[in-house]
């Protein structure tokens, strides 16, 4: 992510599609118009009946790609368990189709004139799913439990929370007392948060699901509570009724929200499944209703096909997340910063995405994708990404250099490896054989199942593996804090202190001017280290029943249906 989401997104990619009309430095978003109003029993709306009458079932059925790896908000770093997490529970914003916050379990908000205090006012009508009232204590306990140094496994998104004052000095053991955190529930309702600079983008950063609050007395009864659908309290428009364990989840309308009159849809199936030919024969059987984003892919040899078809239906729109490999730094040969440009610098991205993807995808020499706010326009029309070209001849320099660095008189062998899916192997398949002809270097192949290969690239146990990333929020530093030191998505396990100060420096002002100048030269030195290897910027597809109404997908990737209805005639 968010993400992200790869949280989030991020792990998952990989739809490709030829976007009519795209604007290179602008991504466009499909206009949603809510429905107004709810249906009265034995009064529903002509639109929502079926031809005898009757109302039609309020029952949405799609996809996600593999088994969630966490639904515990706090470990959650992936989209397919981020799909499932924010619609079973109520951050205290949330964020519409083009990135505009909205509210979420927090009715209202104060801003002090400095910037550095949040106060938020939570609906007192708000209930967890066990019948608890929501307060502003579960959120103080859920934030400072992702903070603690001592959660077991470390939560990847700790640096998240790292704008609140002295979140970052818990979490790095400089303080141990928790009360010194700048988050406390003023009271049952009130939720205080001091920030240790400005952050011009909290809002949108508490949405994001690190932020979900937790209900303090079912975590401390069952550590595993996020393990089983029967465990699980949870505050959303959704409850999590039943997990078949890589197979499905069913969610079901919670009648508790505080919204759920708004709420129209009483069933929300997901299939686990990831297998582009057999989604678009379920689509195409009506076994469901939506394919493809966020966490699926359509076969990229049909895609000439399905924009053709009127009965697909296929939406398309750019996305801001960016597909991009990642060098295991503290790996041989990739400890070796000329090796890594040598890789980065033989590859035809041109290529890849007119002749493998064919989806207008951008090619991509920074890590900020189209889409992203900048100062005044979007922070990658404010900022070329420019930092290197590809050059073959002196990829061929480079890797004589980095090879007499090391003092190797061959490279010891090279494993890329990447998550299963059509588009990832093809892709994979036309860079190997890149650095195969440009630089005369044998690179084997290696898919893993999607929960194998996070572990794998958390653990640091890979040389090169395919990455994403996909926006938590709507500013550059999404993208660019990705890759601080010891950060808890750092796979690369990159560190360069000028970087690290750049990005410090950034949180540290509310200067959008200089915080942009400072973020663009962060990215300009990360890249110019290449401890990631950007191949394109993301466009996503998906298709949809014609009878699917208001759900949508947002500026960066993810599916809404929260508000979303069947209204079949």
């Not at 003092?407 to 890149?434: C, F, Q, R, W």
Request: with cysteine.
């Amino acid at each position: 992510m968010t993400k992200g989401r790869e949280k989030k997104f991020h792990e998952q990619g990989g739809t490709f599609v030829k976007i009519k009309g795209f604007n290179k430095s602008v991504i466009v978003f499909t206009s949603i118009v809510l429905l107004a109003g709810t249906a009265l029993v034995g009064c529903a709306k002509k639109s929502e009946t079926g031809a005898d009458g009757a109302a039609a079932e309020q029952k949405f059925r799609m996809l996600i790609a593999s088994e969630p790896p966490s639904l515990d908000p706090g470990l959650a770093q992936d989209n397919n368990s981020s799909t499932v997490l924010r619609p079973i529970y109520d951050a205290l914003t949330r964020m519409d189709e083009k990135g505009e916050v909205k509210p979420g379990a927090a009715e209202k908000w104060d801003v002090s004139e400095d910037g550095l205090k949040y106060t938020f006012h939570l609906r007192k009508d708000a209930k967890w799913s066990n019948g608890d009232p929501v307060k502003a204590s579960d959120f103080e306990f859920a934030w400072k439990r992702v903070l603690d140094p001592g959660m077991t496994p470390p939560a990847p998104y700790a640096y998240q929370l790292y704008y609140i004052k002295n979140a970052e000095e818990y979490n790095t053991k400089k303080i141990t007392d928790a009360s010194q955190i700048g988050v406390k529930a003023k009271d049952d309702f009130t939720l205080e948060v001091e920030l240790k600079s400005p952050t011009p983008y909290f809002l949108s950063l508490v949405a994001f699901y690190t932020y979900i609050p937790l209900n303090e007395k079912a975590v401390k009864a069952n550590p595993k509570f996020a393990s089983e659908a029967a465990t699980m309290v949870t505050n959303g428009p959704f409850l999590l009724k039943e997990w078949k364990h890589n197979d499905s989840l069913t969610l079901v309308k919670n009648d508790q929200y505080h919204s759920a009159k708004d709420v129209k849809l009483t069933e929300v199936n997901m299939k686990i499944m990831n297998d582009p030919g057999t989604m678009l024969n379920m689509y195409n059987t009506n076994q469901i209703d939506w394919a493809g984003r966020p966490t699926n892919e359509f076969p990229v040899d049909q895609l000439p096909m399905l924009k053709k078809d009127p009965k697909i239906n296929l939406q398309i729109k750019g996305i801001a997340s960016t597909y991009y490999y990642e060098f295991n730094t503290k790996a041989e040969p990739f400890d070796n910063a000329s090796i890594r440009k040598a890789f980065a610098m033989s590859i035809d991205r041109k290529a890849i995405v007119e002749k493998i993807t064919q989806g207008d995808q951008q090619p991509a020499y920074g890590l900020v994708p189209q889409g992203i706010r900048g100062e005044s326009k979007t922070f990658r029309e404010e900022v070329k990404d420019d930092y290197f070209k590809e050059d073959i001849a002196e990829a061929k320099k480079l890797l004589e250099q980095g090879m007499k660095e090391k003092g190797y008189s061959k490279l010891p062998a090279v494993t890329l490896i990447y998550n299963k899916s059509e588009a990832h192997k093809k892709i994979a398949e036309a860079v190997v054989d890149m650095w195969r002809q440009n630089l005369g270097i044998d690179v084997k192949l290696e898919v893993q199942e999607f929960g194998v290969y996070i572990k794998n690239r958390q653990n640091g146990n890979f040389q090169i593996a395919r990455a994403g990333w996909g926006a938590d929020y709507n500013d550059p530093m999404t993208y660019i804090d990705l890759m601080m030191t010891g950060g808890g998505n750092n796979n690369s396990k990159y560190s360069n202190a000028d970087y690290d100060k750049l990005i410090k420096d950034a949180y540290g002002t509310s200067d959008q001017a200089k915080r942009m100048k400072a973020m663009a030269q962060a990215e300009k030195i990360m890249i110019n280290d290449m401890p990631i290897m950007p191949i394109y910027y993301y466009t996503g597809i998906w298709a949809q029943k014609d009878y699917v109404k208001n759900v949508f997908v947002d500026y960066k990737g993810d599916v809404n249906f929260i508000y979303g209805s069947i209204e079949k005639k």
